[in-house]
């Protein structure tokens, strides 16, 4: 993928930056990690610095000092599973802010004009993101007004995508005059609950709307895995597949290997940061809780297969001291050493993808 | 200082790594730093992961995976400010963990056990802080027991210096010969209150016993600080200028400057990790509250005259983001700040004196 703020190479893991920060790690060390794209949560950008201020400031990327790319969501899913007194209506969302229960509203065209704001590379529609389990008819409904908010997400950022605040960036003048021609991305997103039939024709009608790139959302949402597997498998083939196929929110190392080999081209997950802030590695020998008595005093690395800069230095037992002893470094070295295993696992399926395709 | 890990520049500050960890900073970064030597707390690391263990697993050097030299405090000052329950006696101190409840006895002889086990490049006598304020009999019994408890503390640590853990340590066959050399030092530190003359007396008859270094301590502990500079001023002349010396515990940028120019060679103190994640910066223009509502929107660097990696690449508005929305990377970044700035005013310092030595 050739974005704004450059290229990215598929299939690719996206960390989650959720407030402007990747939990715990400065830019430098996501850089060192050769991490390519980072994903922003709208809500969360939205409610605090305020997305106005940060179009002021020249945009996220100018704001948190990242120069490569950043995709950013709707901002539903987050208001669906955040704020509370939700409404939804026809018009849109509103809404109170979990941070001061202060009000808000989240419409297509209000969620397009924030992430413009933002200046990512690629924005998303504004969908409703079904619940499970969801019956047949609640999950057509919903897919029908996230049609409708995708067509009204997709007219209103025709019209305002060149408000990227990005025209005050710094740098060379040649970097400002490449900078000019360059526009955010708009991906449009199919739902349609765990029925494949519905999740076809989302698909299909969402395909007509001609959209650079597309998301599979409303999964990894608490249905079993092979459920999420099987809809992937139906919705991925009805998807150009000259264009990037996202799936949102997923998964463990070997979901994400799975899921790129059967075509998915982007994910996300907050599991490789998450998990490490509660002590949970990945590991090329598997899952590992560092917490665990039995690390005490073992002296190996957290994976001996694993050549990141955590794996090279410290040992389990020194992890396992900072979990126990509450340090905030013990944040700092799992999870560099969780997106470092994420990352390392996706280059390897596209030298295996590479391999296959001479 | 030639040290068993390493030649220490002196006058240095030395950062606080209470826990065999610098709050918030992976170890490399502390290279990057510049910072030579560190200060381990005894107290925390008896208790948590315990003597015992890191003499197995090699000293806290090999277990921190920090190379460069170590001090390590006798335990003292932390069993009196943190512990409950302390009971002090000739013989020693009973106290109960902070963690844990659990029943503890330190002595001078335990004390240097422990050090010793830890693999501390300088070790500290086990001495009683004199509480502030104190009456002048207060003093002079707080005195005596230190000065008995130095001697305790210099007898068994001479009969067991050589049992160091870093006879285990890895790398070239030179490297290990070269450590087999090495024991680690034992510092004296004087007390006496905020009394001239007892000062005096304390740090004669320390100086008889002869120690390679010798620390100022009882200091910054809730006396005005032109009482601070008083006592300073008294002690050091008595104290062997070919020798290390040491004050505890401080301070603010202006007063560690202030120190190393009158001839003080080692400083410590938590000030500069502690106020970094209360958003506290110290900077060219004075201290700065990060959290400020008048720096939201504020994009230049912390301070315009530093040059340290948070410097050169995150503006105001970005780390007072970080500390409002409670992220922890807001402690990596204003302690990395922080750090550099001690180093850069101790660097400053030592040019400043050795243009004068010219």
């Not at 400065?26 to 409610?47: A, F």
């Not at 400002?176 to 519905?198: H, K, S, W, Y």
Request: aromatic share 8%; charged share 25%.
């Amino acid at each position: 993928m050739t974005l704004p703020h450059g290229a990215v190479e598929t299939p690719v893991f996206m960390p989650v930056g959720t407030q402007a920060t990747v939990k715990a790690i400065p830019q430098h060390l996501l850089e060192e990690l050769d991490v390519r794209i980072l994903l922003g949560n709208t809500y969360h950008l939205y409610l605090r610095p305020g997305y106005e201020a940060i179009r002021r400031m020249g945009g996220l990327h100018r704001f948190m000092s990242w120069e490569r790319a950043i995709l950013t969501d709707s901002g539903g899913f987050q208001v669906y599973s955040l704020s509370e007194l939700r409404k939804v209506t026809e018009e849109g969302v509103s809404f109170r802010s979990h941070i001061d229960g202060s009000s808000h509203f989240f419409s297509p065209e209000h969620s397009m004009d924030v992430q413009i704001a933002l200046g990512s590379d690629i924005a998303m529609a504004f969908d409703e993101c079904t619940e499970y389990p969801a019956d047949y008819a609640r999950a057509r409904a919903s897919l029908e007004m996230t049609l409708r908010w995708a067509k009204r997400s997709q007219e209103h950022f025709e019209r305002h995508k060149h408000e990227r605040p990005w025209d005050s960036a710094q740098g060379s003048e040649n970097r400002a005059q490449e900078m000019r021609n360059q526009t955010p991305n708009l991906f449009g997103i199919v739902q349609g609950g765990m029925f494949p039939d519905l999740r076809r024709e989302s698909a299909e009608r969402l395909v007509e709307m001609d959209f650079p790139g597309y998301a599979i959302g409303g999964l990894s949402v608490g249905e079993p895995r092979e459920m999420t597997r099987e809809m992937i498998a139906t919705t991925l083939p009805l998807l150009p597949q000259d264009k990037p196929r996202y799936v949102m929110g997923v998964g463990y190392p070997d979901e994400i290997a799975q899921y790129a080999r059967m075509g998915v081209d982007m994910m996300d997950c907050v599991l490789p940061t998450r998990a490490a802030r509660h002590g949970l590695l990945f590991t090329s020998e598997g899952r590992l809780n560092i917490r665990n008595r039995q690390y005490a005093e073992d002296q190996g690395p957290p994976d001996p297969n694993c050549g990141c800069m955590v794996c090279r230095r410290y040992s389990r037992a020194y992890l396992r001291h900072l979990m126990v002893a509450q340090e905030s470094l013990s944040a700092v070295l799992n999870t560099l050493h969780n997106l470092a295993f994420y990352v390392e696992t996706m280059r390897k399926v596209r030298d295996e993808l590479l391999a296959l395709s001479f």
